[in-house]
C-alpha cells in the first residue's frame, strides 16, 4: 500500500535531477542577467528563463505540499522551503533554491562519499562562492558608499568570507548584502564540518576494520592450535594404548 510519505519519496525522487538541471539553467539565466546586464530580445530571454523556473520550483513545493499526510505538520517543517519560494522582491536570496544542486551531488554520491569527499567538497564550495558572488554584486553595485562595485571583488569578498578570514578590506553595505553574508559563513563551516565528519568517519571504521582482522586472525590461530593440540592428545592416547597392548610402560603424558 503506497503511504503519502511513499508518494512524497517517489516524487522528489523522479524530480530531483530535472529540478537540478531546472537550477543550473535558473543559475546560468541568473548570471547573465546580472554579469552581461543585457538589453531588449536578451533581457527578455533571461527574465523568461528566470520566470519559468521559478514557476517550476513553486509547483513542486505545491505538489509535495499536496501529497503529505499532514499538511499543516508538513509546512510548518519546510517553512524555508516557502521562504525560499515566496522570496521575490529579494531577488539574490532567490539563489537559495539552488540548494537543490548540492542535495542531488550528495545523494549521487551516497554511500561512496567517503571516496569522493574531495570532489563534492570542492565542488559545492565552487558553487556557493560563484553564487555568493552574484548575489553580493546585484546587491551592492549601484549603492552609496559600496565596496564590491564588480564581479572580482565579489569573488574576492566570497572566498574570504566563507573561509571565515574576513579581511575587512570589502565588506557589504546593504542589509541584502549582509544576509548573504552571513549565509555563506555559514555555508563555510557546514562544509568544513562535512569534511571533518567524513574523515573521522573513515578513520573510525578504518580502525574498526583492522581491529575486525585482527580479531579474526586471531581466532583462526588459536583454532589451528587448539586442532594441533587435540591432534597430538589423540596421538599420545594412541601410543599408551599401544604400550599396554605390548605389555611395555606407556611412554609419559
Known amino acids: 500500500m503506497t503511504t503519502p510519505q511513499n508518494r512524497i519519496e517517489k516524487w522528489e525522487r523522479r524530480t530531483e535531477w530535472p529540478l537540478a538541471g531546472v537550477a543550473l539553467l535558473f543559475l546560468a539565466a541568473y548570471a547573465v542577467d546580472v554579469l552581461v546586464r543585457p538589453h531588449g530580445a536578451g533581457a527578455d530571454v533571461t527574465r523568461a528563463v528566470t520566470a519559468v523556473s521559478w514557476s517550476l520550483f513553486v509547483g513542486d513545493y505545491l505538489v509535495r505540499l499536496g501529497l503529505a499526510r499532514d499538511r499543516w505538520r508538513w509546512f510548518y517543517r519546510h517553512l524555508f522551503d516557502l521562504a525560499v519560494v515566496i522570496l521575490p522582491l529579494l531577488r539574490p536570496l532567490r539563489l537559495l533554491r539552488l540548494v537543490t544542486l548540492i ?3 550528495q545523494r549521487a554520491v551516497g554511500n561512496a562519499i567517503r571516496g569522493r569527499v574531495v570532489m563534492y567538497t570542492v565542488a559545492g564550495a565552487v558553487l556557493l562562492v560563484f553564487v555568493a558572488s552574484l548575489a553580493v554584486l546585484e ?18 569578498w566570497s572566498i574570504t568570507t566563507i573561509t571565515t578570514v574576513g579581511y575587512g578590506d570589502l565588506t557589504p553595505v546593504t542589509t541584502t548584502g549582509r544576509v548573504i553574508a552571513v549565509l555563506l559563513m555559514i555555508g563555510g563551516i557546514s562544509l568544513v564540518g562535512s569534511i571533518t565528519a567524513t574523515l573521522a568517519s573513515w578513520i573510525v571504521q578504518r580502525v574498526a576494520d583492522e581491529d575486525d582482522a585482527g580479531r579474526t ?6 583454532g589451528r592450535l587448539l586442532d594441533e593440540i587435540t591432534e597430538l592428545r589423540g596421538e599420545v592416547a ?8 605390548s605389555g611395555g610402560q606407556p611412554p609419559p603424558a
Open 238 to 245: 594412541q601410543l599408551r594404548e599401544e604400550g599396554r597392548r
Open 217 to 222: 586472525v586471531t581466532t583462526a590461530h588459536i
Open 139 to 156: 546587491s551592492e553595485r549601484g549603492q552609496p558608499g559600496a565596496h564590491i562595485t564588480h564581479f572580482g571583488q565579489a569573488v574576492w
Open 103 to 105: 542535495t542531488v551531488m
